[in-house]
Each structure stands twice: as structure tokens, then as C-alpha cells.
């Protein structure tokens, strides 16, 4: 069993940066791919961007592409989001997700492909 516990959300103007944490619990954390997701008001859940177990191989869903940074700290059991150049569209729930796998270059883009989740950190951008 793994617990994610999201934090760093708040509210931030247009332009600004914001920088989410998920602690995870346990000692096997660096078995898990991470991945962050999002979900704005009305609309599906949708991925944001993943690392896998060594902290390589990160997508990044194009609409946050080179202004989101995913990293991981496999000693801290923590994975992070650096959310730069921030836009009102940005605004939602942020979930961090945990997916075992022994495939150490393995990471996923896709929800149900994931084990645990956090039960979320709400961003808001405003105009």
C-alpha cells in the first residue's frame, strides 16, 4: 500500500510559478513510476506529465511542454512539479499518481494504468 499526499497548490496570478510536492509513503517508492494528472471543473481527468523509477523519461502533455518540470527525489520519497509561466487554464485539481512496475524506464501516460493517487492539491491561476 502506498499513500500520496499532495501539497503546494494555491492561488497564483497569471505569470506566476507554483511548485507542487507528493510524499509518498513507504520504503519502495523508487518502484513506482509517478505521474501528475489534472482535473478542471466539468471536464475529464487528464495527464499532465510522468517520470519513471530512476527520474528519466518524463512526457509532458503539450499544453504545460517547456513550462512544467516533473523531477523526483527517490531519498525523500517525494515527486515534484515545477509549474512555471502559469496560465488560467491551468486551473484544477492537481492528483499525483503512483504505478509499480519493474521496469525501471517504464512511466505511463495513462490514468487507469496507475495504482494509487492523492486525493489532490487545488491550483488556481487567475487572470
Known amino acids: 500500500q502506498v499513500q500520496l499526499v499532495e501539497s503546494g497548490g494555491g492561488l497564483v496570478q497569471a505569470g506566476g510559478s507554483l511548485r507542487l510536492s507528493c510524499a509518498a509513503s513507504?520504503?519502495?517508492?523508487?518502484?513506482?513510476?509517478m505521474g501528475w494528472f489534472r482535473q478542471a471543473p466539468g471536464k475529464e481527468r487528464e495527464f499532465v506529465a510522468a517520470?519513471?523509477?530512476?527520474?528519466?523519461?518524463?512526457p509532458y502533455a503539450d499544453s504545460v511542454k517547456a513550462r512544467f518540470t516533473i523531477s523526483r527525489d527517490n531519498a525523500k520519497n517525494t515527486v515534484y512539479l515545477q509549474m512555471n509561466s502559469l496560465k488560467p487554464e491551468d486551473t484544477a485539481v492537481y492528483y499525483c499518481a503512483a504505478k509499480y512496475t519493474p521496469i525501471t524506464t517504464m512511466s505511463s501516460l495513462i490514468p487507469s494504468e496507475y495504482d494509487y493517487w492523492g486525493q489532490g492539491t487545488q491550483v488556481t491561476v487567475s487572470s
Open positions: 517520470i519513471n523509477r530512476s527520474g528519466g523519461r518524463s
Open positions: 513507504g520504503r519502495t517508492f523508487s518502484s513506482y513510476a
